[in-house]
């Protein structure tokens, strides 16, 4: 989700900068020209983090400024169709969740919650389960799977679609129970497993002795 890209681009420095370290310049214009945005290839742009190199500037006829060719990399934020994420829940409405992960918020519908009957309690702004009482709020952590991804240019203009209605997926607390119930019946699976050939052999003396 998280990745360090290298990019090339030709950055503009202006007449009043030219005394300066060029690689301080050139960081300078790349991070307000590329932090923040959300690209449909890369993602969203979080950090410029390094200038690797720094060509030799060119001047343009009618411009007084030097155009440099650049070699610098970035920090981006890339969320992936089906990828298994963890996040806080931010907002609950009605009809579903908003999660934070990272950068951007996804949603979780209300039907994709839980298998349980789902309904919204405005009082507590909570998703409470009909038959568990289980309940999704705000600051609970949570893991979810991404089905849907649509990402635009520009400024924060990606929505995320999420689902937890998937094993070990849903609200922390719950996985935790989950896995400790699995736990459980593993423990009790190899206990009677142990116990068998107990009573297979306690049944072979009864047959013997009838004998």
Same mark, same amino acid.
């Given at each position: 989700?998280? *990745? @360090?890209?290298? @990019?090339?681009?030709?950055?503009?420095?202006?007449?009043?900068?030219?005394? *300066?370290?060029?690689? &301080?310049?050139?960081? *300078?214009? %790349?991070?307000?020209?590329?932090?923040?945005?959300?690209?449909?290839? @890369? /993602?969203?742009?979080?950090?410029?983090?390094?200038?690797?190199?720094?060509?030799? #500037?060119?001047?343009?006829?009618?411009?007084?400024?030097?155009?440099?060719?650049? %070699?610098?990399?970035? @920090?981006?934020?890339?969320?992936? +169709?089906?990828?298994?994420?963890? #996040?806080?829940?931010?907002?609950?409405?009605?009809?579903?969740?908003?999660?934070? %992960? #990272?950068?951007?918020?996804?949603?979780?519908?209300?039907? +994709?919650?839980?298998?349980?009957?789902?309904?919204?309690?405005?009082?507590?702004?909570?998703?409470?389960?009909?038959?568990? #009482?289980?309940?999704?709020?705000?600051?609970?952590?949570?893991?979810?799977?991404?089905?849907?991804?649509?990402?635009?240019?520009?400024?924060?203009?990606?929505?995320?679609?999420?689902?937890?209605?998937?094993?070990?997926?849903?609200?922390? +607390?719950?996985?935790?129970?989950?896995?400790? /119930?699995?736990?459980?019946?593993?423990?009790?699976?190899?206990?009677?497993?142990?116990?068998?050939?107990?009573? &297979?052999?306690?049944?072979?003396?009864?047959?013997?002795?009838?004998?």
């Amino acid at each position: 989700m998280y *990745e @360090l890209v290298t @990019l090339k681009d030709t950055v503009r420095v202006p007449p009043n900068r030219f005394g *300066e370290p060029i690689n &301080k310049v050139a960081l *300078e214009i %790349l991070m307000k020209e590329y932090e923040g945005i959300i690209d449909p290839d @890369l /993602g969203v742009v979080i950090s410029v983090v390094n200038v690797e190199d720094v060509d030799v #500037g060119k001047l343009l006829p009618g411009d007084g400024a030097a155009f440099h060719k650049v %070699l610098f990399s970035v @920090l981006i934020f890339k969320p992936i +169709q089906h990828e298994i994420i963890e #996040g806080e829940v931010v907002e609950v409405v009605d009809f579903g969740a908003f999660i934070r %992960l #990272g950068p951007l918020d996804g949603l979780c519908h209300v039907s +994709q919650i839980t298998d349980d009957f789902i309904s919204y309690d405005s009082k507590r702004s909570a998703l409470i389960g009909k038959e568990t #009482g289980r309940a999704i709020q705000e600051n609970d952590k949570v893991r979810a799977r991404i089905v849907a991804v649509s990402i635009g240019g520009g400024i924060r203009s990606g929505k995320l679609g999420l689902t937890m209605r998937q094993p070990f997926l849903g609200k922390i +607390q719950w996985i935790e129970e989950e896995v400790k /119930g699995t736990k459980e019946e593993k423990k009790e699976e190899k206990k009677e497993e142990k116990e068998k050939p107990a009573v &297979k052999k306690a049944k072979r003396k009864k047959k013997s002795k009838s004998k």
